[in-house]
């Protein structure tokens, strides 16, 4: 009965030990099919791809002379980017044709309104006139270039458009990086939203409205000139002296524009991470630390790039809020180059002139843009095209 015993229990463990190794078989097989199944998928797109490339770049090339169990898994991607974009421009316009049909009409408006009339940038190099046109005018070369650069008064024009122009864009930049702190600040939601719709809701106000309001507001019998008077002081000739006028016009386009313009700001503030501020905190920075070695680092890229875009614009200074509140007593100081152009070209119709001096400025601006965005790239790392 022993021995018996003993060899039935030798089968059993014989058994049990054949169990497990076909256990173990089945799931290698199985581990087989799951890592021939990648392979096989990504066999299968290979042949028509294949077939369908017809000037395979570089890249894709030596993509497909590599073997199978070498190329990543990522390179599918690269792949798919390259049929992509040699499918013939007839599929990709039926593929996207909507996303043309919503392109279509800026571009349309880009097109007339902004390259058709550069057209008109010959009168600048012609003895122009409305009578004999374009093609009948006689050509004179940068005469009227030269006229304008020894007119007694250009420079002082010039200058007026610099110093109000860089006003403006500092003021602006400040004031609205400032109001974007602040507003960040903000626990209070709706509290929140007031503010930031009052101070938004200047922008959309057209020039000859608030130029109507402040030039009463700003006159001699003024409330703010009343005002003044309540502390024993003589009235304040904002819009007539000379020496005030400047100041004036920078401290309303300020007032007017920082609202809308903080709203690129606070939309870098958001995109900061909630974990470089619990960081700082726990390191034990205050709120002034946190803003100055967390928010404006964070944002300092959207600084760069906008102080880029508005130094393109540096010789405009606003033509439509100078139009509405200068005049004669202030031309010392208030003329600039946008409405020396308009009366040169349409109260006293020296339409070449007028070309050559909008000419000059657009192209000291393009040269002063193209300027900041070369320095940006080399000191801030950061540069738009």
Excluded at 27 to 36: D, E, I, K, T
Excluded at 208 to 237: E, H, K, Y
Excluded at 377 to 385: D, L, N, W
């Amino acid at each position: 009965m022993g021995m018996a015993g003993a060899a039935a229990a030798g089968q059993a463990k014989d058994g049990g030990g054949a169990g497990a190794r076909a256990k173990s078989r089945l799931r290698l097989q199985a581990l087989s099919r799951q890592w021939q199944q990648p392979r096989a998928r990504l066999r299968q797109p290979l042949r028509p791809q294949r077939a369908r490339l017809r000037l395979p770049g570089a890249k894709l090339r030596l993509w497909l002379r590599q073997p199978l169990r070498q190329r990543p898994q990522l390179r599918e991607l690269e792949l798919d980017r390259e049929l992509r974009r040699q499918r013939p421009p007839r599929a990709r316009l039926r593929r996207s044709w909507l996303l043309y049909a919503m392109l279509a009409p800026p571009l349309a408006l880009l097109a007339i309104f902004s390259y058709a009339p550069l057209y008109g940038l010959i009168m600048a190099f012609q003895n122009y006139s409305p009578a004999k046109g374009f093609s009948g005018s006689e050509f004179v070369g940068l005469k009227w270039f030269r006229m304008a650069m020894g007119m007694p008064d250009f420079k002082n024009i010039l200058a007026n458009t610099l110093s109000m122009a860089v006003g403006k864009i500092a003021c602006g930049q400040l004031a609205a990086i400032v109001f974007a702190l602040l507003l960040s600040e903000i626990r209070n939601m709706p509290y929140k939203r007031t503010v930031q719709t009052i101070a938004y809701f200047p922008h959309f106000l057209s020039w000859v409205i608030i130029g109507g309001v402040f030039i009463d507001l700003l006159s001699t019998r003024g409330l703010v000139n009343q005002l003044i008077g309540l502390f024993g002081a003589s009235p304040v000739f904002f819009l007539g002296s000379s020496g005030h006028f400047q100041p004036t016009m920078i401290a309303l386009e300020t007032w007017k524009e920082f609202g809308y313009g903080a709203i690129i700001y606070l939309a870098a503030i958001t995109g900061i991470s909630h974990e470089l501020y619990e960081a700082a905190t726990i390191d034990g920075a205050g709120r002034l630390k946190r803003v100055w070695h967390v928010t404006l680092p964070g944002i300092s890229v959207t600084i760069v790039m906008l102080a880029v875009l508005a130094i393109g614009g540096i010789l405009s200074a606003g033509f439509d809020q100078i139009l509405v509140m200068y005049n004669p007593a202030v031309y010392e100081t208030g003329d600039i180059l946008d409405t020396f152009i308009y009366r040169q070209g349409l109260i006293d119709a020296q339409f070449s002139l007028s070309t050559a001096i909008g000419l000059f400025k657009s192209a000291i601006g393009l040269a002063l843009m193209l300027l900041a965005n070369g320095l940006a790239s080399k000191f801030a790392g950061y540069r738009i095209f």
